[in-house]
């Protein structure tokens, strides 16, 4: 587990020295996220689920992973709107920063040098981007319909918005391919897997290069108390929830029960910080939150395996 840890560290020390080096340019992290955005992630998905059994992915996993997620960014939601009168938009974003992971650029690093297994975190990976994203998405677009006086994005095109993600059109033919029992021929599979394998290296490096220069909790402009709430849920309460659910609800032990923790105690994700920018709100909560969870997801994750192994 440490072994795992240590290799992660490295190559995000890597990416963090490339960045104050200059060597790269300026922000190179934005043109690489593209390319592990729209290449190599949705490569490394299509090849994971098209040699995945799909009762793996539609196991408890997936009921618990969406249980948890859910019910934290209700908890979020019902305490920033009744008790606090955010708005819509922000309580939204809000939710999302304490339940909505990143599953793609630190969950599938994770899954692989830590629990041996990219299927771990499928699950999770389908549940955000198709439901949860949509959802999400869906009530931004409402909020801001109230507010704006111009002409409005039809709400289908909203709703739909997700489906056109790389990510997701890789992880659908990863999932026809296995539905379908159809064996790809190896040329065809074999440069799927090339780009793949480049997804996990290149994502770690690009959070590294993004860690340089970005103040956190600035007093005045940052939202202390709604950063303070969506880590707590996301870091504490979201974990042991999803603990509790697997354990008990669907009878999870050993390596099983580790895993479906250890997903659940991953990060907010970067998308929560794009939705806020889209919509322009919630923007200071979503960054700061992110960042907060990232550095404090690795030491709950090594508390977590102590705890759990």
Do not use: C
């Amino acid at each position: 587990m440490l072994a795992g840890f240590a290799v992660i560290a490295i190559i995000i020390a890597a990416g963090w020295l490339l960045g104050r080096l200059g060597v790269l340019g300026e922000q190179p992290e934005k043109q690489l996220s593209l390319l592990v955005f729209y290449l190599l992630t949705p490569a490394l998905l299509l090849h994971a689920l098209a040699t995945t059994d799909l009762t793996v992915l539609f196991s408890s996993r997936l009921w618990v992973s969406a249980g948890s997620a859910l019910t934290i960014a209700a908890v979020y939601y019902l305490i920033a709107r009744v008790f606090w009168r955010r708005t819509m938009g922000d309580a939204t974003i809000g939710a999302l920063a304490s339940s909505y992971v990143n599953s793609s650029n630190l969950g599938i690093p994770i899954a692989a040098f830590v629990l041996h297994d990219t299927s771990y975190v499928a699950p999770l990976l389908l549940f955000q981007i198709l439901v949860f994203s949509t959802i999400a998405l869906t009530a931004l677009d409402l909020a801001e319909s109230r507010e704006r006086t111009g002409p409005k994005q039809p709400l289908w095109r909203t709703v739909a918005t997700p489906l056109l993600n790389p990510i997701v059109v890789g992880a659908l033919i990863g999932l026809a391919i296995s539905l379908t029992r159809w064996h790809p021929p190896d040329w065809l599979m074999s440069p799927v897997k090339l780009l793949g394998d480049a997804s996990v290296p290149m994502a770690l490096i690009v959070f590294g290069l993004s860690l340089g220069g970005v103040r956190v909790m600035q007093k005045g402009e940052a939202p202390r108390r709604d950063i303070a709430l969506a880590t707590v849920l996301k870091m504490i309460a979201m974990p042991v929830l999803a603990w509790a659910m697997a354990r008990f609800l669907f009878g999870q032990s050993g390596h099983a029960l580790l895993a479906q923790t250890v997903t659940a105690a991953l990060p907010t994700a970067q998308n929560v910080l794009v939705y806020g920018l889209r919509y322009n709100r919630g923007v200071v909560l979503a960054r700061d939150s992110g960042l907060i969870t990232t550095a404090l997801s690795i030491p709950a994750i090594m508390l977590i395996a102590v705890l759990l192994t």
